[in-house]
C-alpha cells in the first residue's frame, strides 16, 4: 500500500476579513497540518472569488508576498502544498492585451514552487473572468513528491475546469494519476461541483481531490462541499456546505493502478485528443 495523507483546507471567509489577516490565518492553518503528505487550499481564496472589482488591486506576482507566505507555510510543514489560486499580475499582457491571470501555485515541502497553472476555462460569459483576465493555454500536469521517496503524477485544474472533460483526457494521457482542482464554486450549482468531482474519477480512473470554498462574500454564497474521490467513485472523504473544515483523509495511491487493471476501460478508447 503506498499511503497518501491529503488535507484538504475549505477555507470559509467573508467581506469583513483583509488579505493580509486572511493570508496570515490560513499560513497558520497550513503550518498545524504537519504530518501530511499533501494540503490543498481553495481557488482564489486570499482575494475572493467573486470580488471582481478588487481583483487588479489585490494582484500580485507569480512570486509575490501571497506566494512567499505560501511557500514558508509549506517548508514550515514539511508538506506539499497546493496553495489554491492568486490573481496574477504578469510582467507583460497576454494575447488579448490583459495583465492578469487565475493562476495555481503548487509548492514543494521545501518550500520551492513546482509547479504553476494558469486557468484555461474563464467562468463569467464574457463578464468576470473573461472580461478582466487572460486564459491560460497550458494543460499541467507535474510529478510531486509524497512519502519520503515516493511521488505523484498530478493533474491541475480549477474550478469551471472540471466542466470540460477533454482537458481531463489530456492530463490522463499525459499520465495523471492525481486530479487536483480548487475552485470557489457557489451554493446555487454545488450539486453540479459534486457530480462532477465523482465524474472525473470515474471518468479517467483517478484519485480527485477537489477544495472549495465556504461563507459569503460580496453576496455570494459558496457552496462548500470539498471532496476527495477515489478511482472508483467512492466519495473517502467530503465537508459539509457551509463552514471552514480540514478534511484529513488517507488514501492508497495503488488504488488507482488497480481500478484501471481489474476494471480496464481505459483500454477500449477508441477516440484519442489530437
Same mark, same amino acid.
Given at each position: 500500500?503506498?499511503? *497518501?495523507?491529503?488535507?484538504? +483546507?475549505?477555507?470559509?471567509?467573508?467581506?469583513?476579513?483583509?488579505? #493580509?489577516?486572511? +493570508?496570515?490565518? $490560513? #499560513?497558520?492553518?497550513?503550518r498545524?497540518?504537519a504530518?501530511?503528505?499533501?494540503?490543498?487550499?481553495?481557488?482564489l481564496?486570499?482575494?475572493?472569488?467573486? !470580488? =471582481?472589482?478588487?481583483?487588479?488591486?489585490? &494582484?500580485?506576482?507569480? !512570486?509575490?508576498?501571497?506566494?512567499?507566505?505560501?511557500?514558508?507555510?509549506?517548508?514550515?510543514?514539511?508538506?506539499? *502544498?497546493?496553495?489554491?489560486s492568486i490573481?496574477?499580475?504578469?510582467?507583460?499582457?497576454?494575447?488579448? @492585451?490583459?495583465?492578469?491571470?487565475?493562476?495555481s501555485?503548487?509548492?514543494?515541502?521545501?518550500? &520551492?514552487?513546482?509547479?504553476? =497553472?494558469?486557468?484555461i476555462?474563464?467562468?463569467?460569459?464574457?463578464?468576470?473572468?473573461?472580461?478582466?483576465?487572460?486564459?491560460?493555454?497550458?494543460?499541467?500536469?507535474?510529478?510531486?513528491?509524497?512519502? @519520503?521517496? @515516493?511521488?505523484?503524477?498530478?493533474? *491541475?485544474?480549477?474550478? =469551471?475546469? $472540471?466542466?470540460?472533460?477533454?482537458?481531463?483526457?489530456r492530463?490522463? !494521457?499525459?499520465?495523471?494519476?492525481v486530479?487536483?482542482?480548487? &475552485?470557489?464554486?457557489?451554493?446555487?450549482?454545488?450539486g453540479?461541483?459534486?457530480?462532477?468531482?465523482?465524474?472525473r474519477?470515474?471518468?479517467?480512473?483517478?484519485?480527485?481531490?477537489?477544495?472549495?470554498? #465556504?461563507?459569503?462574500h460580496?453576496? $455570494?454564497?459558496?457552496?462548500g462541499?470539498?471532496?476527495?474521490?477515489?478511482?472508483?467513485?467512492?466519495?473517502?472523504?467530503?465537508a459539509?456546505?457551509?463552514?471552514?473544515?480540514?478534511?484529513?483523509?488517507?488514501?492508497?495511491?495503488?488504488? $488507482?493502478?488497480?481500478t484501471? #487493471?481489474?476494471?480496464?476501460?481505459?483500454?477500449?478508447?477508441?477516440?484519442?485528443?489530437?
Amino acid at each position: 500500500m503506498t499511503a *497518501l495523507r491529503i488535507a484538504v +483546507v475549505q477555507v470559509a471567509h467573508g467581506d469583513d476579513e483583509s488579505v #493580509a489577516d486572511r +493570508v496570515a490565518r $490560513v #499560513a497558520a492553518m497550513v503550518r498545524g497540518l504537519a504530518g501530511h503528505d499533501l494540503v490543498v487550499l481553495p481557488e482564489l481564496w486570499p482575494v475572493g472569488g467573486f !470580488d =471582481y472589482l478588487r481583483w487588479a488591486e489585490r &494582484a500580485e506576482a507569480a !512570486d509575490g508576498p501571497i506566494a512567499a507566505a505560501m511557500a514558508q507555510a509549506a517548508r514550515d510543514a514539511g508538506v506539499v *502544498l497546493h496553495a489554491g489560486s492568486i490573481v496574477e499580475r504578469g510582467p507583460v499582457p497576454g494575447p488579448e @492585451g490583459k495583465s492578469l491571470w487565475n493562476t495555481s501555485l503548487v509548492f514543494g515541502p521545501d518550500g &520551492a514552487e513546482r509547479a504553476r =497553472y494558469r486557468k484555461i476555462h474563464r467562468f463569467g460569459f464574457a463578464t468576470g473572468e473573461p472580461e478582466l483576465m487572460e486564459a491560460g493555454d497550458e494543460v499541467v500536469v507535474v510529478d510531486l513528491p509524497v512519502g @519520503g521517496d @515516493g511521488t505523484i503524477r498530478a493533474g *491541475l485544474s480549477t474550478c =469551471y475546469d $472540471v466542466r470540460f472533460p477533454e482537458l481531463y483526457r489530456r492530463q490522463l !494521457d499525459l499520465g495523471a494519476q492525481v486530479l487536483l482542482i480548487p &475552485a470557489a464554486w457557489p451554493a446555487a450549482r454545488v450539486g453540479h461541483w459534486s457530480l462532477f468531482a465523482r465524474a472525473r474519477a470515474v471518468e479517467e480512473q483517478c484519485l480527485v481531490v477537489a477544495c472549495n470554498t #465556504a461563507g459569503t462574500h460580496c453576496g $455570494v454564497t459558496m457552496g462548500g462541499r470539498s471532496v476527495v474521490v477515489l478511482p472508483t467513485g467512492e466519495v473517502a472523504a467530503e465537508a459539509g456546505a457551509d463552514d471552514e473544515e480540514v478534511l484529513s483523509v488517507e488514501v492508497d495511491l495503488d488504488q $488507482v493502478e488497480r481500478t484501471r #487493471a481489474t476494471f480496464p476501460v481505459l483500454a477500449d478508447r477508441r477516440l484519442r485528443m489530437p
